[in-house]
């Protein structure tokens, strides 16, 4: 026999009232709530230094959660107003003005005492330490919430401020006077947090969370708070700081009062502040204090991951990795060793108790890897008998030849000194002998005086003082105006001397500088195959290894970069002779290729290669011919760094030395 249609839904109605929670009958849940208070002050009137009112979510509170007081007066002498005040407010589910929200139900009276109010800067926890927590001046945007919360706050009444003789004000502390809390949570229980704020601090005393009704008094603390500098030249430390407190236990009330522990200082040993800025008061859960961000981590690192939330016990926590809930992971913290690529990504934590859950602010964990990837402008070393030494191109021009009526250079890389063209090859110890051979042909009509830079148009650099760090470098430059003699300069100037011919006409020319580093030695210029002129060191000079060769450009921003033409550019590791030179030019005769380290013949365009990078600023890029090694460092491999296949270069990864990374180091 059939049931009629209404049998069948009245059926499922009976198994759908089943499920409703059996907690939340027992508990009577008819209407959870937060609210947070905010105390704010009236500096004579300055927006720079009053108000505050709470615009931005802050400390897990939605901004329209919270209720921002009448301001306050600070005291001084320049501000009108009293010294000491008593306030009040009541708020209900109409006040909707003057900083106030409508609660969801019911009505609070809200009062308080304080002797003085005033402005501070402290930064949160939110940024990087340590400034951060010692944030001077006024607030500027944007701002946090947090930050607005500890902006403004009520003076303890014995520290440092308007009154004090010696640095102590001898006046009575803050009392904060609340009723009505049984309209709000009608059928609950809640808990109270409160924030601190102060510009006369070290540490924080304890808060006194008094149920008025039932005579019982609850201490909360301030457990972690940051380290403060030091100010004022008082006999007792203080500097601007601040802090949250853990959580109340469990109150059932009408009726409470919050007010500090006695503060006190001793003069070279302590300063205990006793200020309030604000507090929460709730019966559902919050997380007051999200796990930040963890903007970079490396191989191996450890990371610990932590929250801080309130609400009525029990509360049960879930951590969750882009939006999935990770196993076992069901504390306030979340730790995990020896990160790999697994582990990136947003993280955040659920807390939910019989009235209701919340979700912390994301902390995104961000893995440093070496990503590859691809790069034009590689120009390809053509030296015959040892490994390539390419370079990378960031701007020149290649040109199949190049004539000046009476030389015609085929294979040709063209420079124009405004646009930072250049050639960059990375260090290698080919490179780093006490002695050399440079040898080029350069066309140029003269050095372009309106590119940046102080004098002259480099050629070939090595810088000595780091790359970007004007300083004496190794250089060949071509000095401005006519004829545009050739300088050659030596670390810590050593060594400095011009060619006696110039080569700013504007026809092809070969150069040569032979150099020896030792206090004995010196160098030599030779134009087209011909010798210029020498000069002997003044003491003996090393280079620094590390630095690449430059060619075409400088980092030191005293030279101009290179305005013309240059064709087979070589780097020899020995002083070639007179008749070797000369070879070189009548020929192109490769002349040593044991000695050859570098030749770069611009035969074709620039090509294609692979270039790696990284984040990661303290890791040192390693090579290794296979992938059980040996590997070896590649000194001055900074990200991004393009890699060029070779017998030595088949595998590269970077050595790191693992740290611990802790997303909230003040936590409780």
Not at 73 to 95: F, K, Q, R
Not at 633 to 648: E, R
Request: net charge negative; charged share 10%; glycine share 12%.
């Amino acid at each position: 026999m059939k049931r009629s249609p209404g049998l069948v839904n009245s059926s499922r109605n009976k198994k759908v009232a089943c499920t409703v929670s059996a907690a939340a009958l027992m508990l009577g849940v008819s209407s959870a709530a937060t609210i947070g208070l905010h105390f704010q002050d009236n500096y004579c009137g300055s927006a720079r230094y009053s108000g505050y009112p709470i615009t931005l979510t802050a400390f897990g509170v939605a901004s329209n959660g919270w209720q921002s007081l009448l301001e306050m007066n600070t005291g001084y002498s320049s501000c009108s107003g009293p010294l000491g005040y008593n306030l009040n407010e009541v708020i209900d589910t109409t006040t909707s003005t003057n900083g106030l929200n409508p609660l969801p139900n019911g009505s609070l009276n809200v009062s308080w005492f304080g002797p003085t109010a005033n402005f501070c800067p402290f930064g949160g926890y939110a940024g990087s330490p340590p400034n951060y927590y010692t944030k001077g001046g006024p607030l500027t945007t944007p701002v946090t919430g947090e930050e607005e919360v500890y902006a403004t706050f009520i003076r303890d009444g014995i520290n440092f401020g308007p009154g004090e003789s010696g640095g102590n004000n001898d006046q009575p502390g803050y009392l904060v006077d609340i009723t009505g809390l049984k309209s709000l949570f009608t059928n609950s229980s809640f808990v109270v947090e409160t924030m601190a704020s102060g510009d006369s601090i070290e540490t924080l005393t304890n808060v006194m969370v008094i149920d008025v009704t039932n005579s019982l008094t609850n201490f909360v603390s301030y457990p972690n708070t940051p380290p403060v500098k030091n100010s004022e030249g008082t006999s007792y430390y203080q500097g601007t700081g601040g802090g949250l407190s853990t959580g109340s236990a469990p109150l059932n009330t009408d009726h409470i009062q919050i007010m500090s522990v006695q503060p006190v200082h001793v003069a070279g040993e302590y300063n205990h502040a006793g200020t309030i800025c604000g507090f929460i008061i709730t019966d559902k859960p919050v997380v007051s204090m999200s796990p930040q961000t963890i903007p970079l981590a490396g191989p191996g690192d450890t990371v610990a991951l932590s929250a801080y939330a309130i609400g009525v016990p029990p509360l049960s926590y879930q951590w969750q990795l882009n939006g999935k809930s990770i196993v076992g992971a069901t504390n306030l913290s979340y730790s995990f060793t020896n990160l790999s690529l697994t582990y990136g990504g947003s993280y955040d934590l659920v807390v939910t108790n019989v009235y209701g859950a919340a979700t912390s602010a994301v902390s995104v964990v961000t893995e440093d890897f070496i990503a590859l990837g691809p790069t034009n402008g590689v120009v390809y070393d053509t030296n015959p008998d040892h490994p390539q030494n390419n370079g990378v191109d960031t701007g020149a021009t290649w040109v199949a030849s190049s004539s000046d009526g009476s030389v015609t250079r085929t294979g040709v890389m063209g420079f124009v000194a405004t646009n930072a063209d250049g050639i960059t090859v990375q260090d290698k110890a080919s490179f780093d002998g006490p002695t050399g051979t440079i040898t080029f042909w350069m066309r140029s009509a003269g050095t372009d005086q309106t590119a940046s830079g102080t004098a002259g148009a480099s050629i070939f650099c090595r810088p000595v003082g780091g790359i970007g760090n004007s300083s004496d470098d190794f250089i060949i430059a071509q000095l401005d105006g006519s004829p545009g003699t050739l300088y050659f300069e030596a670390p810590s100037f050593n060594n400095i001397f011009t060619s006696v011919s110039g080569v700013s006409d504007n026809l092809w020319h070969f150069v040569a500088l032979t150099f020896d580093q030792s206090s004995t030695g010196g160098a030599a210029f030779y134009i087209d195959g011909s010798f210029q002129a020498t000069n002997a060191n003044s003491l003996n000079w090393t280079w620094p290894t590390g630095n690449p060769l430059e060619i075409g450009y400088s980092s030191d921003s005293y030279w101009r970069d290179y305005n013309g033409l240059l064709n087979d550019v070589r780097y020899y590791s020995a002083i070639l002779s007179s008749s070797q030179i000369a070879s070189i030019h009548s020929s192109g005769a490769l002349v040593d290729t044991n000695d050859l380290q570098l030749q770069f013949k611009f035969a074709a365009p620039p090509g294609q290669g692979m270039v790696l990078s990284w984040q990661e600023a303290s890791a040192v890029l390693q090579s290794a011919p296979t992938l059980n090694g040996p590997w070896t460092d590649l000194p001055g491999a900074t990200s991004p760094y393009t890699v060029f296949p070779a017998a030595t270069q088949q595998y590269f990864r970077y050595r790191y030395v693992p740290q611990s990374l802790v997303s909230n180091p003040y936590l409780m």
